[in-house]
């Protein structure tokens, strides 16, 4: 199994920028993408950013692009998201996930970061 670890998550002011980080552990796979979704409050979990293991594969959901930059070390297990010029509609809890490559589903997850962006 995969365990999965957020942090960087915190409060800030619309403008601002934060980092958030996702260490994974356990089993490991081959080829597999790490993933960043997000749930804000009353509202739908929704896809932010995904990465796949080679970082040649990276996707977006529109309203981050340009925004936030997902990256990872493969060393060190660890997908990161830089999240600038943040919004006030970016509040929300950010959760990290992963998925091998054959799967259809992100089957992992972590237990969520708290991003609050004040206006």
């Known amino acids: 199994q995969v365990q999965l670890v957020e942090s960087g998550g915190g409060l800030v002011q619309a403008g601002g920028s934060l980092r958030l980080s996702c260490a994974a552990s356990g089993r490991t796979f081959s080829y597999y993408y790490m993933a960043w979704f997000r749930q804000g409050p009353g509202k739908e979990r929704e896809f932010v950013a995904s990465i796949y293991s080679t970082g040649g594969t990276i996707y977006y959901t529109e309203p981050v692009r340009g925004r936030f930059t997902i990256s990872r070390d493969n060393a060190k297990n660890t997908v990161y998201l830089q999240m600038n010029s943040l919004k006030p509609e970016d509040t929300a809890v950010y959760y990290c996930?992963?998925?091998?490559?054959?799967?259809?589903?992100?089957?992992?997850w972590g237990q969520g970061t708290q991003v609050t962006v004040s206006s």
């Open positions: 996930a992963v998925r091998d490559y054959s799967d259809k589903e992100y089957r992992y």
